[in-house]
């Protein structure tokens, strides 16, 4: 969850929720995440995420400070427009999921007129859960957790939207509620798992992508203006940058002899490759799966 300061509205417009919608798509595409639920309301945003191994941190940091630049300039104002850092809690289990799904999908009951038209309210994800309207921004996961119900998608929807009706005005849907802002209010995040990926050092990293590609990684890395071996350069700093967290000026000093604006080139040439061939999508799946 992420909030406004209590002084501004994180949203004036509905071009301001449809910006911050595009932006969501646009950094879930870059750290290939998976979301599977959503609710933009007037000074808070949910977001029900698997980060599916990169740095939750950094997907929130690049997500919200690129929001802040669009809201401050076309607002003509300066300074912070979110209440310290995002809140987070740890989601281990099917029920759980459930739960915090229909508690994000309940949301919008609060706003005028969608008590009990929640699922009519665009800029959360519940419609496209139950069918009634569809993902025309390409951002949601939804077989997750209607696979939860039922194989078949119209049977699962239909249960799901019971599901979520039934939770509307029960103490778990509170309890939930409870536990999210217990969380924004200590403002600590242990994401609770262990990627194996983040453990190793950069050479360990750059030898299990050389053994998935079956190319030698680690001297490729540092070898300029070589038209074979670029792509290779590009997916390795590419990986380093999103799996591993490391930043423009860390690649910049552990590749040497290259600037932060050849960093960024290259990274964004591995993510062209990431989405582009099958070849790169196995090999980063095989690495978050580590």
């Known amino acids: 969850m992420s909030r406004s300061i209590s002084e501004v509205d994180l949203f004036q417009c509905e071009e301001d929720k449809a910006y911050y919608l595009a932006l969501l798509k646009r950094y879930k595409e870059k750290y290939h995440c998976k979301i599977y639920c959503y609710i933009l309301m007037d000074n808070h945003v ?3 995420i698997n980060p599916c191994g990169t740095d939750i941190s950094t ?5 919200n400070t690129a929001y802040v630049t669009y809201f401050n300039k076309k607002y003509n104002r300066h300074g912070h427009l979110f209440q310290g850092r995002f809140a987070s809690t740890i989601v281990d289990n099917d029920m759980y999921s459930l739960k915090l799904s229909a508690y994000i999908h309940n949301n ?3 706003l005028p007129g969608y008590d009990g038209k929640e699922a009519l309210y665009a800029y959360s994800s519940y419609g496209i859960y139950i069918g009634s309207r569809e993902d025309i921004d390409g951002i949601i996961d939804t077989e997750f957790i209607l696979k939860l119900f039922s194989q078949e998608r119209r049977k699962a929807q239909m249960k799901y939207k019971a599901f979520v009706e039934s939770m509307k005005d029960t ?3 509170k309890d939930v509620d409870e536990n999210i802002i217990k969380a924004y209010t200590e403002n600590d995040y242990n994401s609770g798992k262990s990627f194996i990926i983040r453990n190793r050092t950069p050479r360990e990293v750059l030898q ?3 053994e998935l590609l079956g190319e030698e990684v680690f001297g490729v890395l540092r070898t300029k203006y070589s038209r074979e071996t670029s ?3 590009a997916f390795a700093i590419y990986i380093l940058r999103v799996l591993c967290g490391y930043t423009y000026n ?3 000093e552990y590749v040497g002899n290259i600037s932060m604006s050849g960093i960024s080139r290259l990274s964004n040439e591995g993510f062209k490759l990431f989405r582009e061939h099958i070849r790169y999508q196995h090999v980063f799946n095989c690495l978050i799966q580590q």
Do not use: S, W
């Open 46 to 48: 949910h977001i029900f």
């Open 59 to 63: 997907f929130m940091l690049c997500l």
């Open 108 to 110: 919008a009951k609060d």
């Open 171 to 173: 103490g778990i849907v």
């Open 208 to 210: 299990k992508i050389g």
């Open 231 to 233: 792509p290779i350069r």
């Open 250 to 252: 860390e690649l910049c």
